[in-house]
């Protein structure tokens, strides 16, 4: 595939990505979407949620920060996303640490219509009923192949599966697309995993539906091709994280057509 169209039409649509999302990355999330050129809406209140997913171009969920209330908010939002046919990314964050994430996770999933789930490896297997757990919102070894886990949650529940890693698996219940690209620095920035899903967000609300498992694997390739260009220039976590924003900027056609690894 070739990833820079998708790069392209996010830049000339300036997709709306509304958020409910983590409270310790949320200002990342924003600036992330913000960065690609698209515009970032972080608005929580249920007595406002339905009214801004209406009027949004894609809807992104994160249990991070997660709380009865906050899923509740998340529901009435989704519920007017799914009315709109807007695309609704659910990322499971932490799923598999606690009972409650387990739960709620899969309360989101039964209520309303998420159209991507992502996640790490083994918090994706905890939501396809596997026994494993979580170490914080940090991946533990699964212990079985990754691929198969996406592939067969996103035909249990009919829709795209990512699971992030040192490889990327972008699933549906027919495809998959494997984005190898990526620096381990990103493992040593708080937020890396949440600005991933915000970028699917942005990446699928500027593409037209039959294309979001391309758009999404589109989104994490340019996404980590900027990580792999700031590392060049960083010391540390802190400069990385500043000089990731300003990659993701400027990146250009010819960085992306020659870094761009993702195998169908």
């Given at each position: ?34 960065s690609f050129g ?168 500027a593409s037209p ?23 060049k220039k960083c ?30």
């Amino acid at each position: 595939m070739n990833v820079y169209p998708y790069l392209e039409a996010v830049r000339e649509k300036r997709p709306l990505v509304h958020h409910l999302t983590n409270w310790v990355t949320i200002f990342d999330c924003a600036q992330v979407v913000k960065s690609f050129g698209a515009s970032p809406v972080m608005a929580h209140a249920p007595e406002e949620v339905a009214d801004m997913a209406g009027m949004a171009s894609s809807l992104v969920l994160n249990i991070g920060t997660l709380t009865s209330e906050f899923i509740e908010s998340m529901k009435i939002a989704a519920l007017a996303a799914n009315m709109k046919r807007i695309p609704v990314v659910l990322d499971v964050c932490g799923a598999g640490a606690t009972s409650f994430r387990d739960k709620k996770s899969l309360e989101m999933l039964d209520a309303v219509r998420i159209d991507i789930i992502k996640g790490n490896g083994s918090e994706i297997a905890r939501i396809a009923g596997l026994e494993v757990r979580t170490r914080g919102v940090d991946a533990t070894d699964v212990g079985a192949d990754l691929h198969d886990i996406a592939s067969s949650l996103a035909k249990k529940r009919g829709c795209i599966v990512v699971i992030t890693g040192k490889a990327d698996f972008v699933v549906d219940a027919n495809s998959v697309y494997i984005v190898q690209n990526g620096d381990e620095m990103m493992s040593h920035v708080v937020g890396t995993g949440c600005m991933a899903t915000s970028v699917i967000g942005t990446f699928v609300g500027a593409s037209p539906a039959p294309d979001m498992l391309a758009a999404a694997a589109a989104g994490l390739s340019c996404f980590e091709i900027a990580a792999e260009l700031a590392v060049k220039k960083c010391t540390g976590p802190a400069s990385f994280k500043e000089r990731l924003f300003d990659s993701i900027f400027h990146l250009k056609k010819e960085d992306v057509i020659s870094m761009q690894k993702v195998v169908p």
